[in-house]
């Protein structure tokens, strides 16, 4: 069975227990969906979409899910911290020391990070209980004028966050709350309201990721259906996307595209499917995730929707599990991991007009983990350089493993060099702890990477469970 699918039926039981929406949180805080900044810092040449990307009665058939809980404003001050001693490696790359006011066990990974004019702004989920039993989901904010020195902020609300851009002068975080997507709004990074978008009866569900487009933002993720009956073994899981052109009101896309919204047996025809990235590629925008063929439950196959003027759907013929996509000048990067069993190795496919699609090649094997896991987690391309991806290389089912980072050079991203593994800051292969990359921005000369470390819980009696967390921010100074 799909991670996902694991994941999607537990959050489904969340509206109607706390405790098995943390049980999800856990199951997929390393699930984040990655996407490219659709804001970047001055020095980047991210691509934009020059036509309107708002959509059109002629191509969806738009259901508004305008958020009518009373939004709540909570003001608060960041506490200052005094700049850190960062733990310096090879190759320009610095690991920060623990983060002023995180705990382990209450702070679980950094899922997200995104560049404002004057800021960067980091987001995740927090817990108020010390075990998984009483652990109350807390949607967490970390703030950062200089990459150094980081301010926890605590945002108003439950649940969790999944990811951040920046657009028309807003921070725009997405997740999900009480089993619904939910949408939280900053000005500054610092003051946020939160929303929900309610779903349909019998529905729940969660934005994955968010981008910011020349005329809104677009949100994805998944909605979860149950039969009348109530089964949840039977549960329908639909692609969803959502446009809002301020970040305050969101509407629902619906095309065929995307699968027929509410329950549905497989045998009637429909599939399953999730979204968990989204990029702006120039010729249009692409949603990455995975489907179900037709008339059957399984297998997941990984898929790529491309919104032009109308919605394509296209199936790259393999069973990966993806983490995102990104794009710059033109090209779009779809990544992951491979299915493979127990060695998967990371996967990354590239596209130049989103139908024919090419699996790189390269270094994408595990270093000192050869039967464990190699995910890419996120990609950015880095002006004057070329491309750079973040993930984890890790021993299956263990806490063994470390952070990975691969480089390709500009144009097509065909072939990929796995950078030098460096002990000190990206964790050591064969012992704890387990350092997770899981999203990456550029932030002035800079490239910041957030995530997670975590260790083996002595459980006293010459036993070990995993895991304490604890977040993690790595940067590379210029060449």
Not at 28 to 56: F, L, N, Q, V, Y
Not at 193 to 208: D, H, L, Y
Not at 363 to 369: A, E, K, S
Request: net charge negative; charged share 20%; glycine share 10%.
């Amino acid at each position: 069975m799909e991670p996902w699918v694991v994941s999607m039926r537990l959050f489904s039981m969340n509206k109607r227990t706390t405790l098995v929406f943390w049980v999800l949180v856990v199951l997929i805080g390393a699930c984040s969906s990655s996407d490219p900044e659709p804001a970047p810092p001055a020095d980047s040449t991210a691509p934009s979409t020059t036509a309107s990307t708002t959509p059109t009665s002629s191509t969806t058939t738009v259901e508004t899910t305008i958020a009518t809980d009373p939004a709540t404003t909570t003001t608060l001050s960041a506490s200052s911290t005094t700049v850190p001693s960062v733990v310096l490696g090879v190759n320009g790359w610095s690991l920060l020391p623990p983060l002023e006011g995180a705990t382990a066990y209450s702070d679980y990974p950094i899922r997200a990070v995104t560049a404002g004019p004057d800021r960067l702004v980091a987001v995740g989920v927090a817990a108020e209980g010390r075990t998984f039993i009483d652990a109350d989901p807390r949607p967490v904010v970390w703030v950062s004028d200089d990459a150094l020195t980081w301010n926890r902020i605590q945002t108003p609300g439950d649940g969790a966050m999944n990811d951040v851009a920046w657009g028309d002068d807003t921070f725009v975080a997405v997740g999900a709350s009480g089993g619904d997507p939910a949408v939280w709004l900053s000005a500054d990074g610092i003051q946020w309201e939160q929303r929900t978008v309610p779903s349909p009866e019998n529905g729940f569900g969660t934005m994955e990721a968010v981008i910011a487009v020349a005329d809104g933002f677009f949100a994805a993720g998944h909605e979860a259906f149950v039969p009348d009956s109530g089964h949840w073994e039977e549960e329908d899981f639909d692609a969803a996307v959502w446009f809002s052109p301020d970040g305050l009101s969101w509407e629902r896309i619906e095309d065929p595209a995307l699968g027929t919204r509410g329950f549905q047996y497989p045998e009637d025809g429909d599939f399953n499917s999730q979204i968990v990235g989204i990029a702006d590629a120039g010729w249009g925008i692409v949603f990455a995730g995975s489907a179900s063929a037709p008339n059957s439950n399984y297998p997941f196959n990984t898929t790529v929707w491309v919104l032009r003027e109308e919605w394509q759907r296209v199936d790259l013929g393999s069973e990966d599990q993806i983490r995102g996509v990104a794009a710059h000048d033109g090209v779009a990067v779809v990544h992951g991991s491979s299915k493979a069993s127990p060695s998967a190795d990371a996967v990354l496919y590239v596209s130049s007009d989103g139908v024919d699609w090419q699996q790189a090649t390269g270094d994408l094997t595990g270093l000192g983990t050869t039967d464990g896991l190699q995910f890419v987690h996120d990609v950015v391309f880095v002006p004057n350089e070329g491309w750079l991806a973040v993930g984890s290389d890790e021993k299956v089912f263990s806490t063994v493993g470390g952070a990975a980072v691969w480089t390709a050079p500009p144009g097509a991203p065909l072939t990929w060099t796995r950078l030098d593994h460096d002990d000190t800051v990206f964790g050591e292969l064969t012992r704890n702890p387990l350092g997770t990359m899981l999203e990456v921005t550029l932030w002035q000369d800079r490239v910041v990477v957030v995530g997670s470390q975590a260790v083996s819980v002595d459980l006293g009696d010459g036993g070990s469970m995993c895991c304490e967390y604890t977040p993690a921010i790595w940067l590379r100074d210029p060449p």
